[in-house]
């Protein structure tokens, strides 16, 4: 079972009884709620009363329950029925914009102008007080919030390529509608729903409270707490019994719908949810006792790590070594897994993620060693942005857009120095200079969209190594740039190196010419697996694996004699072969590849293949 279903079992087993239980209150064995007891009023808990007698000697416990069903019926049912108005109203509002959006979303909005409780009581004394009536005036008052969260969603599903592309294949617009768009808005609508459940059981209780809402006798929580309020100082118990059950049920529901939204969610990549009910991964890890790592200890030993979703290995067995001033690139086609190597060394991979094995050891400033896979959030915290720093392949959408790239630096910087005033500003500027920002004193103020991509991507850059980290990991941060502003980047980072001769680098890429020009040795990864690594001029002059011998043919620049695509696609993870898992694709594969995983060999004393050809491979 998926670890987000898991999470549905505890709040959706509360919601399910407390529904069977307002549900069966006509068949279960509860006493009458409107017989009184007088000479009983206010007694307590006793073995035929199990939560006491109230101001009339009525059982408090079927009264609780009777009220409960007045009152879930009340606030489900106007949920229900506003979630329906409200998604109609915003679908059509969304997709179709101009004259409908005016008379859907907008005529709603005007509720909206009108305070909930007074526009709830207006069409309570028009209509009367009861149940019907509430329920009427709960679906009006909600409407407007499920119209404005649906045509919000709907907007900005509208505009994704997928949309276009159906409009472009001239499908039925209700049927884009329903098919495509419902599915998408659906997680926000969830959390709404929880969000007017536990709104309009607050406004029932207050309604029942004045006296507008559900007629006396028939109980409800509202009426219950208000009959409490009276005899609390006699009583206390009577307040205490129907504020638990609200507070309770809202509290559940909100749970349910949170932990919904994340299992329906494919793209949730946190369990969703106040902090306090996210799962905790990270930080019930307990602290990593540090000891001292060996001489001539490499900067970063990762061996045998796998990374998975759920039970689903996206990463293998991943080694690879970092030595000081060493720059390792990491190359693949796209899905082999470099990304997600490079961010469990950071202990950033998405919350559904989970290193599954093996350890990646790596040795910090003062000699220690830290096995990152097993280090608590605190310890990873200390690290990250200090010791070890990543730059992202988007610099835009990595930078913070409401703040100025000068300040970015300087809470960068403040997060691990205590530093402050004219000595921060002086290492601002100068970080700005030392990646070739011109005129910092400036540039330092503007905000990331007012760079180039050029310049944000140094920004970024800046922002990576403001704390002098001693390994830095890029992910592909030149690939969103154009050719020319990328050998500048590419000449940017060779100054680093220069200029910080222990700093290691990680530098992620699918660009082999970009290895050449940047990196000491390459790891080269294929659908999750390391398939080689060794020296690039080494691998690159003679490939020990059939995958590496494809990608070098098929760049125009290697000098092959002959451009070659290399057949067939990546193996999707759930799908993976069972033998070499580039066999498929691989005109030396034979049926050893097929049914047995190659182990890793050594053709070199410090290199790595696996494929049991290597020896053919030229
Ligand atoms: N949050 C996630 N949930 C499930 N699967 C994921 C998640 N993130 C990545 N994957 C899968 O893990 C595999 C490796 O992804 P990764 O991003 O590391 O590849 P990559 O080599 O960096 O590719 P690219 O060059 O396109 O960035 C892919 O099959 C991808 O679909």
């Known amino acids: 079972m998926k670890a987000s279903t898991r999470k549905l079992i505890l709040p959706g087993t509360i919601v399910a009884l407390i529904i069977a239980t307002v549900i069966l209150a006509p068949v279960l064995p509860l006493q009458d709620t409107r017989g009184m007891d007088i000479p009983h009023r206010f007694a307590g808990p006793s073995a035929a009363h199990w939560l006491g007698q109230d101001e009339f000697g009525r059982d408090v416990l079927s009264r609780l329950i009777w009220g409960g069903r007045a009152s879930l019926f009340i606030a489900v049912g106007s949920a229900v029925l506003a979630a329906i108005a409200g998604t109609a109203l915003g679908l059509l509002g969304g997709y179709f914009r101009g004259a409908v959006e ?32 509430l329920i009427l005036a709960l679906t009006i008052l909600y409407t407007p919030n499920y119209a404005r969260v649906v045509y919000a969603a709907t907007q900005q599903v509208r505009g994704l390529d997928f949309v276009t592309a159906q409009r472009a294949m001239g499908t039925h617009p209700l049927k884009i509608l329903v098919r495509t768009i419902l599915p998408n808005v659906l997680p926000p609508l969830l959390v709404q729903m929880s969000l007017v459940v536990a709104s309009a059981m607050v406004i029932e209780s207050g309604l029942s409270f004045l006296g507008l809402g559900v007629v006396p006798p028939t109980p409800s929580w509202g009426l219950m707490i208000r009959a409490a309020r009276g005899a609390m100082e006699v009583a206390p118990l009577l307040l205490v019994w129907p504020s638990l059950a609200l507070a309770g049920t809202i509290l559940t529901f909100n749970l349910l719908c949170d932990r919904l939204q994340s299992a329906l969610d494919p793209r949730a990549v946190t369990a969703g949810g106040a902090l306090w009910l996210r799962p905790r991964s990270r930080e019930a890890k307990k602290p990593v006792t540090p000891v001292a790592a060996p001489a001539e200890a490499p900067l970063l030993e990762i061996s045998d790590m796998s990374i998975a979703v759920h ?25 082999s897994g470099k990304t997600l190597t490079g961010l469990a060394m950071t202990g950033l991979l998405p919350d559904t993620l989970r290193v599954t094995g093996g350890s990646a050891v790596y040795t910090t400033r003062d000699g220690t060693a830290v096995d ?13 942005g200090d010791e070890i720093s990543m730059v992202f392949q988007d610099a835009a959408a990595s930078l913070n857009p409401v703040l100025r790239i000068g300040d970015q630096l300087g809470e960068a910087i403040q997060a691990h120095h205590q530093i402050s005033g004219e000595a921060l500003q002086k290492r601002i500027l100068d970080l700005l200079r030392h990646v070739g920002i011109p005129d910092p004193e400036r540039r330092h103020r503007a905000y990331p969209h007012e760079l180039s ?16 980290p001693r390994l830095l990991i890029a992910d592909e941060p030149t690939t969103a740039l154009d050719p020319t502003i990328q ?6 980072f060779a100054q680093l190196k220069k200029d910080t001769p222990g700093m290691g680098m990680i530098f992620v890429t699918h660009d082999l010419a970009v290895v050449a020009e940047i990196a000491d040795r390459v790891t080269v990864m294929y659908a999750g697996e390391v398939v080689e690594e060794g020296p690039v001029a080494e691998v690159f002059a003679r490939p020990r694996h059939p995958y590496t011998a494809a990608l070098i043919s098929s760049v125009p ?3 092959a004699e002959r451009l ?17 898992r580039f066999a498929p694709r691989c005109g030396f594969a034979t049926a050893e590849c097929e049914s047995r995983s190659p182990k890793a060999e050594h053709p070199a004393a410090d290199r790595v293949t696996r494929c049991f050809r290597w020896e053919n491979v030229t």
Do not use: H
């Open 102 to 133: 005016l008379f859907t979303v907008r005529a709603a909005e005007i509720i909206l102008c009108l305070p909930p409780l007074l526009l709830a009581l207006l069409v309570v004394t028009i209509l009367g007080a009861g149940t019907w009536p």
């Open 453 to 468: 991509g050029g310049q944000r991507q140094r920004a970024m850059i800046a922002l990576a190594v403001a704390n002098n």
């Open 487 to 492: 050998a500048q980047i590419l000449q940017l």
């Open 557 to 559: 620049e290697s000098g």
């Open 311 to 335: 039970d689903m290995e996206l990463v293998r067995r991943v080694s690879l070594t970092v030595r000081p001033g060493e720059t390792v690139a990491l190359v693949g086609e796209s899905g």
């Open 372 to 384: 990152l896979a097993k280090l608590d959030e605190e310890g990873i915290r200390k690290l990250r």
């Open 564 to 580: 070659t695509a290399i057949p067939g696609t990546v193996p999707s993870p759930r799908n993976m072969p069972t033998g070499c």
